[in-house]
């Protein structure tokens, strides 16, 4: 069993995305550290790209943030393993028990993480090197926004060598195809709720009900909604009609504001959110 499932076997998830490096590296270790503490269940960490093609405004500047500030693939690889327990920075120690402990009081992070990024970065790093890397560190799963669904299979047969799950998404533009694709969905479903690129909205519109009735007569894979959320209230109804919210833009913005400072008003906020998730 995929160990993606986990965050969805204690009822609707909530799914925060980062963008790794910005401002710092350390900062985002502490942010997703805040963000496991108060409640998230899955984490998507995002590797910076130049050409960030299904992003908003937010997390595209994000991304130059990041990559200003000298962010690379195998930095964010180390954050990872530092994050799973398993890296030098941390002064990670081996309790009495066996168990991995730290010196801080923190626990290594247990829930599932995955990578958001576009698929050039995997294929300049090189795919199998890439996802040998993912397996090593405790990386559960990737999305490629920008990798077509017919052409997965360019990445997948590496994907499914590691076990890593290429997780797949849907659109409202998908429409006759949303059956062939939760067929062959892996991990989790991502739902994109409306058009364009990724920003907070004040509303959305979509028909997400019969996309993910869709879904269901399809998979048994649970499928998560994201796009556009930023509200306890949103995620509380996307959570309602999917197994769980995804948000990402309302908390880079925590970041652009606070900066080094963040992490704590990311974890209010995630807080806040999964409380939204859990009324669903």
Do not use: H, W
């Not at 994109?192 to 004040?202: D, F, K, N």
């Amino acid at each position: 069993m995929s160990n993606i499932r986990k965050a969805f076997e204690n009822g609707k998830a909530f799914i925060p995305f980062i963008t790794c490096g910005d401002p710092d590296l350390e900062t985002t270790k502490a942010a997703v550290r805040e963000m496991v503490k108060n409640g998230a269940d899955l984490i998507e960490l995002g590797i910076p790209f130049s050409d960030p093609t299904a992003e908003g405004p937010v997390i595209q500047e994000a991304n130059v943030r990041a990559l200003s500030g000298g962010v690379t693939t195998d930095k964010i690889f180390e954050m990872v393993r530092e994050l799973r327990g398993s890296g030098k920075a941390d002064g990670g120690v081996v309790t009495g028990d066996g168990e991995i402990g730290e010196p801080d009081g923190t626990e290594p992070v247990t829930v599932p993480m995955v990578f958001m990024t576009y698929a050039n970065v995997v294929y300049s790093y090189g795919a199998e090197r890439f996802l040998l890397a993912c397996k090593d560190i405790g990386i559960d799963g990737i999305i490629l926004p920008d990798l077509p669904f017919e052409e997965k299979e360019e990445f997948l047969p590496v994907c499914r060598k590691y076990g890593v799950d290429l997780i797949s998404l849907v659109a409202p533009t998908s429409e006759d195809r949303i059956a062939m694709i939760a067929k062959e969905a892996e991990g989790f479903l991502y739902i994109v709720s409306s058009l364009g690129v990724t920003g907070v909205r004040s509303e959305i519109t979509t028909d997400l009900g019969s996309i993910v009735k869709t879904v269901r007569e399809n998979t048994d894979i649970p499928c998560a909604v994201g796009f556009g959320i930023s509200t306890p209230e949103q995620a509380r109804k996307m959570a309602a009609v999917s197994d769980g919210a995804i948000v990402g833009s309302a908390i880079v913005k925590l970041l652009a504001k606070y900066g080094k400072d963040a992490p704590a008003e990311i974890g209010r906020y995630v807080k806040s959110m999964k409380n939204g998730v859990r009324e669903a």
